[in-house]
């Protein structure tokens, strides 16, 4: 493979996945709620992301600082996880970086994976613990698991209360599980793979264990996967 | 021995946002659990007792009846009967009453008598609406047949607000009258 691999340096040895996922890190916070639940057409809302929890009852919004200042936190480390990709990302192509690359993208590359996968359980638990409440209060309605809509029909005495139940995923969270995706490739992408160009063009290769990234005649040998870890 | 400093420090940055997050809001409010997680809200409050039937409708016997009678009596043209309610709007929001329906006694005959429109009634706010039906045979279509405040019977009201959709049979109507 070294015969055909005429450059493996420089820009070529950034982790491109990382750097792309670095970026939507950043932006991500800024973008809408993952998820949105209604009782009613504006009776209560709820828009949920980990970065931002609305509650709305009748236009009037319900703020919980405690929320607020844990939406603010997240976002803030996200964004400063982000950074950590991008920096870990960049800093591969320099071989006297290498160790610090590898660890700066290994903290930051699967937390927010690990963000959307607690975000979709804590979905399915929410809807579980509705359904539970229901069936408790002898309401015999079932709210649909993450997407789609009821009608929950509450008979007190006197009174029947019918209240249309909609929920579901935005685009924003389809944006997230890409991001989510990509972090995770650039974490694989970081110690396996490089960008070479060969007598074809640039080609993506998988870096062989205990061989060096970078070709004949640089000083420092490249940290292999095996090394890594 | 520096690089493994900073590595530590930076996987602990995220660690400390987050317990600051927590600690400061708590630390602005005095320490006050319910404060800090779910601070009191007009809304979230608002529902249970202002209905009969739910919270045993205290709260809504203190602010007074939600329905009361008007009057009653024929139209101009004498054919049809009517009779004007005021309704009541006791809760933090803008309500629609879609329906309205009762039957009140006219002469030997009972008459069903509907909500001619729907009407929107303000938070806090009252309206008085009209319920018509049909003068019954053998009613005189001249002078006053009806008693003022008539005993109402088959009473139902459906109200919808923010999209929840609410149906009050009599027993529940009957609480809210005056």
């Known amino acids: 493979m070294n015969g055909q691999v005429q450059e493996s340096k420089g820009i070529y040895r950034l982790n491109y996945p990382g750097l792309i996922a670095g970026i939507a890190l950043v932006i991500l916070?800024?973008?809408?709620?993952?998820?949105?639940?209604?009782?009613?057409?504006?009776?209560?809302?709820?828009?949920l992301s980990p970065f931002q929890v609305v509650v709305e009852s009748f236009g009037n919004e319900i703020i919980s600082p405690l929320l607020a200042s844990l939406n603010l936190?997240?976002?803030?480390?996200?964004?400063?996880?982000?950074?950590?990709?991008?920096?870990?990302s960049v800093l591969r192509a320099r071989e006297d970086k290498r160790s610090m690359a590898d660890f700066l993208v290994r903290v930051s590359a699967r937390k927010f994976l690990w963000l959307v996968i607690f975000f979709i359980a804590s979905v399915a638990v929410s809807?579980?613990?509705?359904?539970?409440a229901f069936a408790l209060m002898g309401v015999h309605a079932q709210v649909p698991y993450f997407i789609g809509d009821s009608l929950v029909p509450i008979r007190l005495a006197g009174l029947s209360v019918t209240?249309?139940?909609?929920?579901?995923?935005?685009?924003?969270?389809?944006?997230?599980?890409?991001?989510?995706?990509?972090?995770?490739?650039?974490?694989?992408?970081?110690?396996?793979?490089?960008?070479?160009?060969?007598e074809r063009g640039l080609r993506f290769r998988r870096i062989p264990t205990g061989v060096p990234v970078a070709p004949e005649g640089e000083s420092k040998p490249a940290k292999t996967d095996d090394q890594d870890r | 021995m520096r690089e493994s400093a900073l590595q530590g420090i930076i996987t602990a940055i995220p660690v400390l946002i987050?317990?600051?997050?927590?600690?400061?809001?708590?630390?602005?409010?005095?320490?006050?659990?319910?404060?800090?997680?779910?601070?009191?809200?007009?809304?979230?409050?608002?529902?249970?007792?202002?209905?009969?039937?739910?919270?045993?409708?205290?709260?809504?016997?203190?602010?007074?009846?939600?329905?009361?009678?008007?009057?009653?009596?024929?139209?101009?043209?004498?054919?049809?009967?009517?009779?004007?309610?005021?309704?009541?709007?006791?809760?933090?929001?803008?309500?629609?009453?879609?329906?309205?329906?009762?039957?009140?006694?006219?002469?030997?005959?009972?008459?069903?008598?509907?909500?001619v429109q729907p009407v929107s009634?303000?938070?806090?706010?009252?309206?008085?609406?009209?319920?018509?039906g049909p003068r019954p045979q053998g009613l005189p279509s001249r002078g006053s047949p009806l008693p003022s405040t008539p005993e109402l019977s088959n009473l139902k009201?459906?109200?919808?607000?923010?999209?929840?959709?609410?149906t009050l049979d009599q027993d529940a109507i009957r609480g809210m009258l005056s």
């Open chain 2, 157 to 166: 009201m459906t109200i919808s607000s923010g999209g929840i959709e609410m």
């Open chain 1, 73 to 88: 936190a997240l976002k803030i480390v996200f964004i400063y996880y982000g950074g950590l990709l991008i920096a870990g």
């Open chain 2, 121 to 132: 009634i303000p938070s806090g706010g009252s309206v008085v609406c009209r319920l018509e």
């Open chain 2, 18 to 115: 987050i317990l600051v997050s927590i600690i400061l809001p708590f630390s602005a409010h005095g320490w006050d659990i319910m404060g800090t997680v779910l601070p009191a809200n007009p809304f979230l409050s608002a529902g249970p007792g202002l209905l009969p039937g739910i919270g045993g409708g205290a709260k809504a016997a203190q602010q007074g009846p939600m329905v009361s009678i008007q009057g009653s009596g024929l139209s101009e043209d004498g054919s049809r009967v009517f009779l004007d309610v005021q309704l009541r709007n006791p809760m933090p929001m803008r309500v629609e009453v879609k329906e309205f329906s009762a039957s009140i006694p006219a002469g030997s005959a009972v008459v069903n008598l509907a909500m």
């Open chain 1, 163 to 198: 209240v249309p139940v909609t929920q579901g995923f935005t685009d924003a969270f389809t944006i997230a599980v890409l991001v989510a995706i990509l972090s995770l490739v650039a974490y694989f992408y970081q110690g396996r793979v490089t960008l070479v160009r060969t």
């Open chain 1, 127 to 132: 809807d579980f613990i509705i359904n539970q």
């Open chain 1, 29 to 47: 916070p800024f973008l809408d709620a993952w998820w949105f639940f209604a009782f009613g057409t504006d009776a209560v809302v709820i828009a």
